[in-house]
């Protein structure tokens, strides 16, 4: 029998909503520091097309890192194992922004998920496209079937003005060998990506397409094959969360990602995808929130992937 999703969603939205949380928005990144830290929003939707929703989950955020899951299926699309030549795939336990390994590993960051990883991903597809960020922006209307996905570029210029982590790992990355593009260029590119804004229905809906593991997806010309999205998956629950992600396949037990503007979207593949937007973070970089409401979830259907 399929569960009651929109009771359940409902449920843990009425739990959660008023409870106070410790976490704190990202403040780091100037334009973000000022979102209302109330805001919360749930979507569900199933691979049969059936779509929940409660709270804001109609209201436009930055999806930050997890714009990294997009960027990553692209770049996979195109130049298929080739990108594990430079990215590895293995859990960091360490910080999202990080810089330690890849110093001692030579600038080989761990997956392509932590900021290191990330950029060297965003560097590859500099290379491979004249104008990445249109290619990028086409791929991610596409898989979600919306054209009204947006950069902020607002965001993109604020976290640029204050990028030095990100510019320090860039230039250890190229120090090392392992950043064809200028700095500058890359950085420019990546900073945009994690700009994309949209809604928990939206983010959801996208994510969907990681859901049909035993097909093939995509967008125009760039399709993963059914593998692939396997692999994608396995990353997600690997290395989604950072040095928590060993904790949200504990607690959750779903592939996901996060994202600094309280996005998390996670799914069960086959079955579901689930996105939550709550912007206090704990202090992974997490959304306190989102961790929490989707515990609840895997617990009230008694399933997760496991
Ligand atoms: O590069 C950064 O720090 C941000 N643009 C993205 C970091 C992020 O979302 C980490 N996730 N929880």
């Known amino acids: 029998m399929t569960p009651d999703y929109d009771q359940i969603i409902n449920e843990i939205y009425n739990e959660l909503k008023d409870a106070s949380d410790e976490g704190t928005v990202a403040d780091y990144i100037p334009d973000l520091a000022h979102i209302d830290r109330t805001k919360f929003g749930i979507c569900l939707t199933t691979l049969d097309g059936e779509q929940n929703k409660v709270g804001d ?14 960027s990553l299926s692209l770049v996979f699309s195109q130049l298929g194992n080739k990108v594990w030549d430079r990215v590895d795939v293995e859990p960091s336990g360490n910080g999202f922004n990080s810089i330690i390994q890849l110093e001692y590993e030579n600038g080989f960051p761990r997956n392509p998920f932590i900021n290191a990883g990330a950029i060297v991903i965003a560097d590859m597809l500099v290379s491979l496209h004249k104008d990445p960020k249109a290619v990028f922006l086409n791929y991610i209307r596409g898989l979600c079937g919306n054209t009204d996905i947006q950069y902020n570029e607002k965001v993109a210029l604020s976290e ?37 804004e949209m809604t928990c229905a939206e983010l959801a809906q996208t994510f969907l397409n990681f859901g049909e593991t035993n097909v093939p997806f995509g967008h125009g010309n760039y399709m993963l094959t059914a593998s692939q999205s396997r692999r994608m998956n396995a990353l997600m629950l690997t290395c989604g969360f950072y040095d928590e992600s060993g904790e949200f396949a504990f607690e959750v037990g779903l592939p996901g990602k996060s994202g600094v503007g309280g996005a998390i ?26 961790m929490k409401a989707l515990e609840m979830l895997t617990t009230k259907l008694g399933r997760s992937i496991f």
């Not at 950043?179 to 700009?195: A, G, I, K, M």
């Open 57 to 70: 989950a109609d209201e436009k955020f930055s999806l930050q890192s997890v714009t990294k899951v997009l």
């Open 160 to 196: 640029k003005s204050v990028g030095y982590g990100n510019y320090s790992l860039a230039y250890m990355i190229k120090s090392k060998g392992n950043l064809v593009n200028d700095v500058d260029e890359v950085l420019d590119f990546y900073f945009w990506q994690c700009s994309v």
């Open 265 to 290: 979207v996670a799914l069960n593949p086959l079955r579901y995808c689930v996105s939550v937007w709550s912007p206090p973070l704990n202090v992974k970089g997490n959304s306190y929130k989102g």
